[in-house]
């Protein structure tokens, strides 16, 4: 039975077993709620304090915004909760892509502007500033956002044709007016399309280069008919798709949640519906650059983590349950920085393992 979930968190998390050790954190050292000299970039060892406990909803901001709230709260004024306290994010997403036109779309815009993010697209930039592409290249940026990626390979490849795709018109709009805002002539070779994603009416081969960045791409049940026709019901994947969901982790400790099988697997198959579509739309060998959230280089995840990965992509290359999906990416390398960017994640499960990570990077060849 098809059962396409109504609210996605983050597309499937790529963490491998989280070691309660001592982790840095981007940001650099400061001194912070523990008030004790403890350096609060630092997750303490072997679970929490108490401090820890009581101020929860310090974790997941930008420092500066939890020095500001620390300070206000010293002096004695109230001090509103922060903002993706005060959002229930899994009602938002029953709304379906609307959810990026209200309060969540508020959040990602202070998330995606506030350093760390600032750094990681900055990052991200200019590792594929160091792909091979044509001289003039297409680059499709698929659930653009309200375009700090684009923006940033606006400024990066000033031959390259850019194409913002995104569900959300609010979205869309402060795009634009953002890359106008950097050069008033920027829409002469940026243009967006507002579509719901996955579309697989977007012309093929469109792009040279397609970027999927920090993805959550929400669906809704009355799109199963859709995911349906574009590759759920795929036998063979499914088939696949059923064993890497069921399958667990050889050493117990590595298992990193206790998924019901039958969710995993949508989302797996889901996922895997966006990855095709991605395909559609890159032209025969070309690239596809995807980031997502992660608390490890991809190498360092546990090889079921990785083949799950590989699943959605369309770059598994080894047989489950006896069979072989259908591959249509050739995954090249990758790579995988430490980032406070991992807090997104928290925003939404409150999970405290969700504030540990960063975000990994995996170049595709389209087959
Ligand atoms: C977490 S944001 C990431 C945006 C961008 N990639 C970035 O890094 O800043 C997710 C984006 O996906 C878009 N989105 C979510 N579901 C979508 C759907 N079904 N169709 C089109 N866009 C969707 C949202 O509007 C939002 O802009």
Redesign the pocket.
């Known amino acids: 039975m098809a059962r396409l979930l109504p609210a996605s968190v983050w597309t499937r998390r790529r963490y491998r077993r989280v070691e309660r050790r001592a982790a840095g954190v981007e940001g650099g050292a400061a001194s912070g709620p523990g008030g004790s000299g403890a350096d609060p970039t630092r997750l303490p060892r072997g679970g929490c304090p108490p401090w820890r406990a009581e101020r929860d909803e310090d974790r997941g901001e930008t420092l500066p915004e939890t020095h500001r709230r620390t300070a206000r709260r010293d002096r004695g004024e109230r001090t509103p909760p922060p903002r993706y306290l005060q959002i229930d994010f899994e009602r938002e997403f029953e709304k379906?892509?609307a959810?990026?036109d209200r309060v969540v779309?508020e959040w990602?815009r202070e998330r995606?502007e506030d350093r760390p993010h600032a750094l990681a697209?900055r990052n991200i930039a200019s590792f594929i500033g160091r792909l091979r592409l044509p001289p003039n290249p297409v680059i499709l940026?698929?659930?653009?956002?309200?375009g700090?990626?684009l923006l940033r390979l606006y400024k990066r490849f000033p031959n390259a044709r850019l194409i913002g795709?995104?569900?959300?018109s609010v979205?869309i709009e402060k795009a634009r007016n953002r890359l106008r805002r950097a050069d008033r002539r920027a829409l002469d070779r940026v243009r967006f399309i507002e579509?719901?994603?996955?579309d697989f009416s977007l012309p093929r081969g469109l792009a040279d280069l397609v970027v999927?960045?920090?993805?959550?791409?929400?669906?809704s049940p009355d799109e199963q008919p859709y995911y349906d026709k574009h590759g759920y019901r795929h036998p063979v994947d499914r088939v696949v798709g059923k064993a890497l969901a069921r399958m667990r982790e050889p050493d117990p400790e590595d298992e990193t949640g206790d998924d019901d099988p039958d969710e995993l697997f949508d989302e797996l198959m889901t996922n895997r519906v966006v990855g095709r579509n991605m395909r559609q739309l890159v032209r025969d060998g070309g690239l596809c650059v995807r980031?997502e959230y992660s608390n490890s280089i991809r190498e360092g995840l546990t090889q079921l983590v990785q083949d799950r990965t590989a699943f959605e992509e369309g770059s598994l290359d080894r047989p489950y349950a006896g069979r072989k999906a259908e591959r249509y990416f050739e995954y090249l390398f990758g790579d995988y920085h430490r980032s406070r960017v991992i807090e997104?994640v928290y925003h939404q499960t409150r999970d405290r393992t969700d504030m540990e990570g960063g975000y990994m990077t995996a170049v595709l060849r389209a087959l």
């Not at 999927?212 to 669906?219: D, H, K, L, R, S």
């Open positions: 379906g892509r959810a990026y779309g990602w995606s697209y940026d698929y659930a653009c956002g309200h700090s990626m795709v995104d569900g959300s979205q579509s719901h994603l996955p999927f960045t920090f993805p959550q791409i929400v669906a980031v997104d």
